[in-house]
């Protein structure tokens, strides 16, 4: 009477009661490791010397893996050092089935997570023709998958619903995790586009239309709560008031 790949809904359950059936076979929760890179970070409730930043990506992601169902494990902000972040990443990978990071997978002089996990493992792919998020990386350390998110606060939120989000539903049995988008209306021009396909910040207005976040860059966080969702626009296009673009709400991203 329910099909397997199914995420259990109150009225999924109640229809197994209805037939007698007292237990039903189910995954497990993913145990997700979360830690964050840059001695730039500081936690809220801390004073905020010139030159640094509050780990605000460390409540967005936490509050997604919770959304997602996971057993989160939480490492805390880690040195800009490769010793220190190849330690964090070898206990992580002996506690958890998912490792995710933000921050440290580009290429300057502070970014150690990809040199740390291609010391403690693989690193499969790395950076990915998407805006906001170009510094993706994937891998595997021990039995851990291994995903590094940038460390820009909108570039970690959208990467982590467009990459991290089906890659968890996917492990917990999840048959069909892509998310579900409707055509809508656009009430804006975006007359630039970037080569890259890009996810762009927009929100339902009274006249059934899409409005733009008036910046789209991805250190405004303010743009994702201000949002209803995301706009997924293929490279190089452009978007004129009253095109019919590929949206995909909130509602859909965090199911």
Same mark, same amino acid.
């Given at each position: 009477?329910?099909?397997?790949?199914?995420?259990?809904?109150?009225?999924?359950?109640?229809?197994?009661?209805?037939?007698?059936?007292?237990?039903?076979?189910?995954?497990?929760?993913?145990?997700?490791?979360?830690?964050?890179?840059?001695?730039?970070?500081?936690?809220?409730?801390?004073?905020?010397?010139?030159?640094?930043?509050?780990?605000?990506?460390?409540?967005?992601?936490?509050?997604? !893996?919770?959304?997602?169902?996971?057993?989160?494990?939480?490492?805390?902000?880690?040195?800009?050092?490769?010793?220190?972040?190849?330690?964090?990443?070898?206990?992580?990978?002996?506690?958890?089935?998912?490792?995710?990071?933000?921050?440290?997978?580009?290429?300057?002089?502070?970014?150690?997570?990809?040199?740390?996990?291609?010391?403690?493992?693989?690193?499969?792919?790395?950076?990915?023709?998407?805006?906001?998020?170009?510094?993706?990386?994937?891998?595997?350390? !021990?039995?851990?998958?291994?995903?590094?998110?940038?460390?820009?606060?909108?570039?970690?939120?959208?990467?982590?619903?467009?990459?991290?989000?089906?890659?968890?539903?996917?492990?917990?049995?999840?048959?069909?995790?892509?998310?579900?988008?409707?055509?809508?209306?656009?009430?804006?021009? #975006?007359?630039?586009?970037?080569?890259?396909?890009?996810?762009?910040?927009?929100? #339902?207005?009274?006249?059934?239309?899409?409005?733009?976040?008036?910046?789209?860059?991805?250190?405004?966080?303010?743009?994702?709560?201000?949002?209803?969702?995301?706009?997924?626009?293929?490279?190089?296009?452009?978007?004129?008031?009253?095109?019919?673009?590929?949206?995909?709400?909130?509602?859909?991203?965090?199911?």
């Amino acid at each position: 009477i329910l099909p397997a790949g199914k995420r259990l809904l109150p009225q999924d359950t109640g229809l197994a009661a209805s037939v007698g059936i007292a237990a039903l076979p189910v995954f497990r929760k993913v145990k997700l490791g979360l830690f964050f890179t840059g001695d730039e970070l500081v936690m809220p409730g801390e004073a905020l010397p010139p030159g640094r930043i509050y780990n605000s990506n460390r409540f967005t992601l936490r509050g997604l !893996g919770e959304v997602f169902g996971c057993e989160l494990s939480d490492y805390g902000i880690v040195p800009d050092s490769l010793d220190a972040t190849r330690a964090v990443l070898r206990k992580a990978a002996a506690e958890c089935d998912v490792i995710v990071t933000s921050g440290g997978v580009s290429v300057g002089d502070a970014d150690f997570v990809k040199p740390a996990v291609e010391a403690e493992g693989e690193l499969l792919m790395w950076k990915i023709a998407m805006k906001p998020g170009r510094p993706l990386a994937f891998g595997k350390v !021990g039995r851990a998958a291994f995903i590094g998110l940038p460390g820009n606060p909108v570039s970690s939120f959208v990467t982590f619903l467009i990459f991290v989000r089906p890659f968890l539903l996917k492990a917990q049995g999840i048959a069909d995790p892509a998310p579900k988008a409707i055509a809508a209306r656009a009430d804006f021009d #975006w007359l630039q586009p970037d080569a890259r396909r890009e996810f762009l910040r927009v929100k #339902w207005n009274a006249q059934g239309g899409l409005d733009l976040y008036p910046t789209q860059d991805s250190a405004v966080l303010t743009s994702t709560a201000w949002a209803d969702g995301l706009v997924d626009n293929p490279a190089a296009q452009a978007i004129r008031k009253g095109d019919s673009v590929r949206f995909l709400p909130y509602s859909e991203l965090y199911r």
